[in-house]
């Protein structure tokens, strides 16, 4: 049991070798079912879920779960494994571990070497950690929270100072950013002059923007997670939604400030604003993420802070130009 400590320290934290065990059932392809249960008595393994098939050298043919080894006795365990498996390495992010395993329903992920051969399997327990840990980052990401050097796990008993680091970095960039948003309020300076009630509008537009993109941030997030996703019908529906969305607070926004101001035309404004800054952040908070991604990032990097000022931004200046266009 050496190996496994020798492989782990070369390795980072979150590649496939800080997570594998090497004491797994194995068996060769040709190995009479009824053998493979014989030898599966008296041992204690690390993960005995899953019996990891193998040809003369070593290298992964299949994999049998146990429970499809009973009622097969007379039939050798290459005839009953599972060939559409797949296998990492041990550098592999830890992330590509999870989303292999859920693609492919695997209980346990096998670890091959640069030949193919096998050398480890990742447990079940550690996909359930895996799974966590990845859920938990995410979300410190979402939030504008720089992740822990050790881990999700980690940061919630690091010091008040090494959490007080991690904020601050997106906070300032979103205090330095909402400089645009000034802008654009300085740039219409005129509009609010000549029409005070169109400011008391800003907070609900800022509020809906800000709502609609972090739903779609979270459904990019989570699609992107998963490589077989198709991401132009995803984006299409996203878009769909955010316009239907859009439509459906524009009206009843709409017709609440005719009822209260009795003003048509900043009705129709305010309404048109927020079914076009539905559409608008439905779609930053898609392509956002899907452009950290083909940067090299992690989607749910700093989505939420930068989305956030862009749907901001983009919502008021269309409010003010109908506002200009239709009320002044």
């Known amino acids: 049991m050496t190996a496994p400590a020798v492989i782990r320290t070369a390795y980072h934290r979150e590649a496939a070798a800080a997570h594998m065990v090497a004491n797994i059932p194995r068996a060769k392809y040709d190995t009479p ?84 051969q096998l050398i480890g399997a990742v447990p079940p327990e550690a996909l359930f950690r895996i799974l ?26 690091a010091s008040i100072m090494n959490r007080f680091a991690r904020r601050m970095p997106w906070l300032i960039f979103g205090l330095l950013a909402s400089s645009l948003i000034t802008l654009v309020m300085i740039g219409f300076e005129h509009t609010l002059s000549q029409n005070v009630a169109a400011a008391f509008f800003v907070p609900a537009l800022v509020y809906i923007a800000g709502a609609i993109g972090t739903q779609a941030v979270s459904v990019a997030v989570r699609s992107l997670s998963m490589n077989e996703i198709a991401i132009g019908p995803l ?8 316009l239907g969305i859009g439509a459906v607070l524009g009206l009843i926004a709409g017709v609440a400030v005719l009822a209260f101001f009795g003003q048509m035309p900043l009705a129709i404004a305010v309404g048109l604003s927020v079914l076009g800054g539905g559409a608008v952040s439905a779609l930053t908070g898609f392509t956002l993420p899907w452009a950290f991604m083909r940067l090299g990032f992690d989607p749910a990097l700093g989505s ?10 983009a919502s008021l200046a269309l409010y003010f130009v109908l506002v200009t266009a239709l009320v002044l």
């Open 33 to 116: 079912v009824d053998g493979v249960i014989e030898a599966l008595r008296g041992h204690l393994y690390d993960c005995a879920d899953t019996v990891f098939v193998t040809d003369d050298v070593g290298q992964l043919l299949g994999i049998v779960r146990i429970n499809d080894l009973f009622g097969n006795g007379a039939k050798q365990i290459g005839d009953i494994m599972q060939e559409d498996h797949e296998a990492v390495r041990p550098g592999d992010d830890q992330e590509d571990i999870a989303q292999l395993a859920i693609r492919l329903n695997m209980i346990a992920v096998p670890v091959v070497d640069d030949l193919g």
């Open 132 to 157: 966590r840990e990845e859920h938990m980052e995410d979300l410190q990401r979402l939030a504008g929270i720089a992740t822990h050097e050790l881990g999700a796990e980690a940061a919630l008993d």
């Open 235 to 242: 984006l299409r529906d996203e878009l769909i939604i955010g």
């Open 304 to 313: 939420g802070p930068i989305c956030t000022i862009i749907q901001d931004a």
